[in-house]
T-cell receptor, first 111, second 115 residues
Framework: SQQGEEDPQALSIQEGENATMNCSYK?????LQWYRQNSGRGLVHLIL?????REKHSGRLRVTLDTSKKSSSLLITASRAADTASYFC???????????FGKGTMLLVSP | SQTIHQWPATLVQPVGSPLSLECTVE??????LYWYRQAAGRGLQLLFY??????ISSEVPQNLSASRPQDRQFILSSKKLLLSDSGFYLC??????????????FGPGTRLTVT
């Protein structure tokens, strides 16, 4: 079964608004990562948060990690039309060298 | 800087025909290499990964195979394609475990349609 599950499946907002996506996972992890995929393209790495970190920032991105709840959230502030994409969380479970991706959240930012 | 190439970008093949997708990485040595498949509107399914030349791990039993003839080359193959093999195939690389970076870097993908 999928290690990571994103919520919501789809999100539609206006430019300037904030977008929040959530990810839940099942087993203990080393790291959790977020990726973006524009339609028909490869994935682009956004941010990595380690299991001993609780919050991380990168530009307009803010990621939180709650290992007790096995969940993470990605916040995009002041969204732009160019942020329109699918966003995936990925986890590497303890003892494994591979990533498991969720099904993603499709974000649509309207001008 | 590192770059990853995949070809072809799109491919339409009849059922029962063979398949060969190629992925090459530049600007790094000894990478881990990965093949994923993404069905329409779905997440990524890991198909194969490799930690070195000739070392292939299969995650999903199917009619696909992978090979790594050179350090930075990863090939996905099939002898006879099925309709269910249609999808978006992505190659990725990452630094070896023990480094400070575990991110995966993806190629542009190959859109395969089996007719």
């Amino acid at each position: 079964s999928q290690q990571g599950e994103e919520d919501p499946q789809a999100l539609s907002i206006q430019e300037g608004e904030n977008a929040t996506m959530n990810c839940s996972y099942k087993t203990s992890i080393n790291n959790l990562q977020w990726y973006r995929q524009n339609s028909g393209r490869g994935l682009v790495h956004l941010i990595l948060i380690r299991s001993n970190e609780r919050e991380k920032h990168s530009g307009r991105l803010r990621v939180t990690l709650d290992t007790s709840k096995k969940s993470s959230s990605l916040l995009i502030t002041a969204s732009r039309a160019a942020d329109t994409a699918s966003y995936f969380c990925a986890t590497d479970a303890l003892g494994y060298s591979t990533l498991t991706f969720g099904k993603g959240t499709m974000l649509l930012v309207s001008p | 800087s590192q770059t990853i190439h995949q070809w072809p970008a799109t491919l339409v093949q009849p059922v029962g025909s063979p398949l060969s997708l190629e992925c090459t990485v530049e600007g790094t040595s000894n990478p881990n290499l990965y093949w994923y498949r993404q069905a329409a509107g779905r997440g990524l399914q890991l198909l194969f990964y490799s930690v070195g030349i000739g070392q292939i791990s299969s995650e999903v039993p199917q009619n696909l195979s992978a090979s790594r003839p050179q350090d930075r080359q990863f090939i996905l193959s099939s002898k006879k394609l099925l309709l269910s093999d249609s999808g978006f195939y992505l190659c990725a690389w990452s630094a070896r475990p023990g480094s400070t970076h575990y991110e995966q870097y993806f190629g542009p993908g190959t859109r395969l349609t089996v007719t």
